[in-house]
């Protein structure tokens, strides 16, 4: 595997350390980045005091994201409103849901109805004045504003030393699954200057890259 999320609650390996079948590789989960992601969300909007959170509970380990989110809202004093999506329609309703519950902005967690259908999320989040913090860069290149996350191009490289590795005869159940170790914060600047957004620029200066 290149990249999957959580290996472990997907039932693909035993544990990170010993995957024990026939599949290894990398893995991005990092329940903690959810709190990071809510800290750079409050960075770009310092007056930021209710943020949506979008998931799917049919996700695995979705809802360790949740709560890491909740405790990181609490520490930061903002309020958090939990949207529970599953199809294309939920997000919409939970969007508008949002707006009527004046939310500041959004925070979304990867799954592969937000990630199928990111251009239409990013529409939705700038139809609502949502300003939206994502996982992944891809949803940022669809039009979202900004993401924090591991860089799912680097996990594709590295995938290839595990199949060299497996090749030359090495057994995927004792390859232990790799995690990042680096992360990368993009800005769609487009996007915010659409919000009327003015970015700090102690925040573009921590950028990895700037979608102008």
Known sequence: MAVDYDPVGAGFVTSLARPGGNITGLSAINPELSGKRLEL???ALPRLSRVAVLWNPTEPNADVYVRETRVAARALGVQ????????????????RSATKERANA????TDPVTLYHRSELA???????????YSDKLFVEAGGFMSYGANDRELHRRAALFVDKILKGAKPGELPVEQPTTYELVINARTASALGLTIPQSLLLRADQVIQ
């Open 106 to 109: 959004l925070a979304v967690l």
């Open 41 to 43: 969300l409050k960075a």
């Open 123 to 133: 529409s939705l989040a700038s139809k609502h004045h949502l300003p939206a913090i």
């Open 80 to 95: 958090m409103q939990s949207l529970e999506i599953r199809a294309l329609p939920d997000i919409e309703s939970a969007l």
